[in-house]
């Protein structure tokens, strides 16, 4: 089968799974709502009624073999959708999205507070949900909300952040899991100072000469343990780096929208300051043309220097393959056309691509077309007087 109908095959078995997807929120939705009708209509007591109401969730789940959770959450994220962005309920309809996609919306929708919101959320997300993966979708939502509502975002971060803790799930394989809920930025600090630590770690052990064959996983892993049970010798000279864009007037206080990580990960504006302010804060102008790409940048020479390398790390912000999520910080460079055939080691000439896709690349199975286009700093949503970032 050719790579063309390999894609219009595949188009048609998305489609017909978003759009049997849609049949099941349609009838678990019009069901739970005469059902429930129904029994708002008769004389039997307040706590009579709530318990047919439940019972009306349990014949569904049972019907379609699924937990009264999964049940609850088709009804109410359907009424949401439906109430709120009714456009998005339609893509659904015509099985432009799935129910993943929906769901994501959904959530969306419900935390956001005005009517002028909920409308330009209806009229971008469906393109953008129809167009990327799931992944690239929830990131998308956040940026979107934390610059629509950026103070109802500061409010609810800093709830979430009352609740930080840290937790130990044991297995049944003498391992465990160490997690930690702590602010999204500091997180990234974590893992940035983590990935650094152990990419500086000597390949041989200059004790015992062994050469060390840990992956990184394997090295980060043991770092943090090492960190974390060791009275001496916890202190590196590794320290986290964090690259956070946000335009100037967020930077000095005139507006208040969120910065945002390599990634794409929004971070409150008033977190971006304190760090802008700390003296080791180095501070770097990055010049973006009217839509929001990073302008070019031409040498003469095969290898980028430095300050392209950084350019094109913001430019693209991770692998720039389609639903690729590697770190930027774990890619190569590589030349579209090849340096040796006439390629300039320039901006418009060069991508990054995360070590798998770049040997792919090489021996001549990735095609442009399985690369997204540079990422633009300045989102536009439809409806939108003038672009939120």
């Known amino acids: ?13 998305r489609r017909a799974r978003a759009v049997a997807e849609f049949e099941e929120w349609e009838f678990v939705a019009s069901f ?28 569904l789940a049972q019907a379609l073999h699924v937990t009264e959770r999964q049940v609850w959450a088709m009804v109410t994220e359907a009424a949401t959708v439906r109430e709120r962005v009714p456009g998005v309920w339609r893509a659904f309809h015509d099985g432009d999205i799935d129910a993943a996609r929906v769901s994501a919306i959904a959530d969306t929708a419900e935390r956001l507070q005005t009517p002028a919101a909920w409308a330009l959320l209806e009229h971008s997300a469906p393109a953008y949900a129809a167009t990327h993966t799931i992944t690239e979708l929830r990131g998308w939502l956040r940026r979107l909300r934390a610059r629509l509502e950026p103070d109802q ?19 049944s394989d003498g391992t465990s899991w160490l997690n930690a809920l702590l602010p999204t930025g500091v997180a990234i600090a974590v893992g940035e100072r983590l990935r650094r630590a152990a990419k500086a770690l000597p390949s041989i052990d200059p004790d015992t000469g062994d050469t060390d064959r840990r992956t990184r996983d394997q090295k980060q892993a043991d770092l943090v343990a090492h960190w974390l049970t060791s009275c001496t010798g916890t202190s590196t000279d590794i320290r986290a ?8 007037t967020d930077l000095i206080g005139l507006t208040d929208r969120p910065g945002l ?11 971006a300051r304190e760090l802008a302010a ?10 973006l043309d009217p839509i929001g790409h990073v302008l070019d940048t031409e040498v003469l020479t095969y290898r980028p220097p430095e300050k392209l ?3 094109l790390r913001w430019r693209d912000g991770t692998c720039r393959v389609t639903g690729c999520r590697a770190p930027v910080h774990d890619t190569d460079l590589d030349h579209a056309t090849a340096y040796d055939r006439g390629g ?38 439809s409806g939108s007087p003038r672009p939120p970032g």
């Open 1 to 13: 089968m050719s790579s063309n109908r390999a894609i219009v095959a595949g188009d048609a078995v």
């Open 32 to 59: 739970h709502t005469r059902r429930t009708t129904e029994i708002d209509r008769t004389d039997e007591i307040v706590l009579s009624k709530e318990l047919a109401r439940r019972e009306v969730t349990l014949e």
């Open 278 to 287: 700390s003296e080791h804060a180095v501070l770097r102008r990055l010049v």
């Open 261 to 271: 990580t390599h990634d794409g990960e929004p971070v409150g504006a008033d977190w």
């Open 344 to 381: 300039t080691t320039a901006a418009a000439n060069l991508r990054c691509l995360c070590r798998k896709h770049h040997n792919m690349k090489s021996h001549g199975h990735l095609a442009d077309r399985h690369l997204d286009p540079p990422r633009r700093f300045i989102e536009r949503y």
């Open 153 to 171: 975002v500061r409010e609810e971060t800093a709830r979430a952040v009352e609740e930080r803790r840290v937790s130990i799930t044991h297995q």
């Open 309 to 311: 390398r950084q350019a």
């Open 241 to 248: 780096e964090i690259a956070i864009s946000i335009d100037a």
